[in-house]
């Protein structure tokens, strides 16, 4: 199969990661195996302290796991960095740069030449209806303006996959699902190969073509869902039937864990 | 908003006016002797009298303190940059360096004057080894204090150790590097006039010395005013170079500025 030439492909095959704090051994990663697929969404759903943060490490290179291979592309990539682009939790925008330097600054990082990513920047700030702010200072942004902005640095970063972890966690209720509608639209648009890490089933359900549900620390992968909803994908899809049951299978399998750790 | 104002400005200035006024007053009162304590007026009058000496003396201290602030910030900031990113050679300098600092100016002057002559050299080591350490100390705290999510971001895009610095370290150490010019501002000048008043033939600090010795009381509070003076100017300088490369908070940098004068 020509499938794994494709650039954008996303492969983690048996990663183990541990800690060692005060003399004790901490596995975080219990043999994590996983494929993104080109110009898929895929969504790892777990609660808080299940080490996805790690596993986000592990596949930018940042750190290498103990055990496992990671490849991207077909080419492996354990702990080499400058492979992916990311979407952080906090904007991370760069508070001394403009709004579009600080998108093509990581452009500029990412190998696309300096006039080229300032132009870049420019058409696609316009296009998403932040044109008028590209001159200002982050700060003068929203919350929810200030995730557009870090998405869209993401987006524009011409590397096979995007790993956004949690970004939308620290919204208020209303301009957290206003940015699930944006993102879903964006992306059904120009289909990357997506890593999404929430702790949220209504986010992973809404966005997602497939969810990994991990457990608590050490993390395994419990189960694979394919989400079975249309693209593109309406945004009132959590009234449809099948999602409350999806939604209640996930809980179940989530708490019945917790119960099993003694959470 | 005009409560404000009338506190920072006005009030301060009065203050400043009724002193002088004060002095003015006693000195009439009580018949000072001008050698003693000279009135504000004598030496408002003194400076109008010597004013082209006197400005020609501060110009040639200004000349001298730039010259030394200007050689202290290029070590200090390149010092602090190597110290940065290669932790080991600061482990290894910093002792002596900080062995440089608490030798006094007063007993490092003369063996400079001893081993470089008279000349601009000792006086422009001593202004150098002055000026650079609060430059180097406060530009290297600035460089380990970026904030740990964008060095975790740069991490994850995969950023290099340079761009790191370029793009994150040396932004982040801007106010940082600032609150150490300001410092050393009004230090280069107060070093300046030491430098002078050992060994020199021309300068404030040596106009100075030359009035104290002919017990001309008036001129040396005349020195003082054009030495306040200088000091003010180096330290506005200083606050509007700040104003100018860090624009990115507005409002933000009074309330850092309000936290580390406390």
Known sequence: MNDSVAPGKLVLAGIRKRYVREGRLYPVLDGISLTVGEGEFVTLLGPSGSGKSTLFRLIGGVERPDEGRISIGGKETTGRRGQISYMPQQASLFPWLSVAANISSALVTAGIERRRAAALAEEWLERIGLG???????????????????????LLM??????????????????RAEMQTWLLRLWEEERRS????????????????????????????????????????????WTEPDFVELKQEVLGLLARRGAAHGV | MASNAWRKTLLPAGTLIGL????????????????????????????AEDGPRLLDQTWSTLRLALKGIGLGIALGI?????????????SALSPIIIITQNIPLIALGPLLIIWF???LLPKLILLALVCYFP???????????????LREYLAMIGASRLEVLRRLELPASLPYLFS?????????????????????????????VLKSKGYDTTSVFAAIVCIVTLSLAFYGLAVLLERLAIRWRPGRPAAAEGGKAS
């Not at chain 1, 011409?158 to 301009?175: I, K, N, Q, S, Y």
């Open chain 1, 132 to 154: 008028d702010v590209a001159g200002a200072y982050p700060h003068v942004l929203s919350g929810g303006m200030q995730q557009r902005v870090s998405f869209l640095r993401a």
């Open chain 1, 158 to 175: 011409p590397r096979g996959v995007m790993c956004l972890d949690e970004p939308f966690a620290a919204l208020d209720a209303l301009t």
């Open chain 1, 194 to 237: 997506v890593l999404f890490v929430t702790h949220s089933i209504e986010e992973a359900l809404t966005l997602s073509d497939r969810i990994y549900v991990l457990s608590p620390a050490p993390a395994r992968v419990l189960r694979e869902i394919e989400v079975p909803f249309a693209r593109p994908r309406r945004a009132d899809v």
């Open chain 2, 20 to 47: 002088l006024l004060l002095w003015q007053a006693c000195c009439m009162a009580f018949d000072i002797a001008r050698y003693t304590l000279p009135a504000p007026w004598d030496i408002a009058r003194r400076m």
């Open chain 2, 78 to 90: 390149g010092s602090a940059i190597v110290f940065h990113l290669i932790p080991g050679v600061r």
């Open chain 2, 117 to 119: 002559g008279f000349g």
């Open chain 2, 135 to 149: 430059i180097a100390w406060s530009m290297l705290a600035g460089l380990g204090q970026a904030e740990p999510h």
């Open chain 2, 180 to 208: 150490g010019l300001k410092i050393t501002a009004t230090y280069s000048i107060t070093s300046a006039i030491v430098a002078e008043w050992l060994g020199a033939s021309e300068g404030i600090g040596h106009y100075l």
